[in-house]
């Protein structure tokens, strides 16, 4: 008879983990209202993504306005770095956020502006192409993600590498 009471005691043991599983495993809230936004603070505003509330909003966004997306170098000898500045303006009616700027190859690095660029104003992504073990046609892509539409936008770093 002491058996009984182990063999249900090891099977509550077993099933509460499950239980609050299930519990904290139920349908996802829903999306945030605006006042659950206010809430949170000034920037939750700021980094709303264009589709809100399964509308897509692609008036009352940020926009990257690129005076060129594609910077031409020429010709270079392999080992130099070629650097470049991509002046932009916020052609939108929000703060512009900028979330990442990534390359696809550690060759290409570039920085961006940390702080919220504001409608009208304008900034600068700076980008440093190493030419180190590199050689022919290249072309570098930069992306950037931000609160835009669409999120992603693609700079390029395009010219020829010679060997010495």
């Known amino acids: 008879m002491t058996r009984c ?3 249900l005691l090891r099977s509550l043991v077993g099933v509460a983990p499950l239980a609050l599983l299930l519990q904290f495993c139920a349908a996802p809230a829903s999306a945030p209202s605006d006042a ?3 809430e949170l603070g000034p920037n939750a505003a700021m980094i709303r993504l264009p589709v809100d509330h399964g509308e897509l909003d692609s008036v009352n966004v940020a926009k990257l306005d690129f005076a060129q997306g594609i ?3 020429g010709e270079v000898d392999a080992g130099a770095v070629v650097k470049h500045e991509f002046t932009f303006v916020n052609g939108g009616r929000v703060p512009l956020l ?4 990534r390359s696809t190859c550690g060759c290409t690095v570039p920085s961006y502006p940390q702080a919220p660029v504001q ?3 304008s900034g600068v992504i700076s980008v440093a192409f190493d ?3 590199k050689s022919g046609l290249q072309r570098k892509p930069v992306i950037i993600t931000a609160n835009t539409y669409p999120a992603e936008t693609t700079l ?3 010219g020829r590498v010679t060997k010495k």
């Open 119 to 121: 409608p009208g104003e």
């Open 36 to 38: 659950d936004v206010e």
């Open 98 to 101: 900028i979330a990442t700027a």
């Open 156 to 158: 390029y770093v395009s």
């Open 131 to 133: 030419t180190k073990n």
């Open 5 to 7: 009471p182990k063999k």
């Open 71 to 73: 910077y031409e170098f």
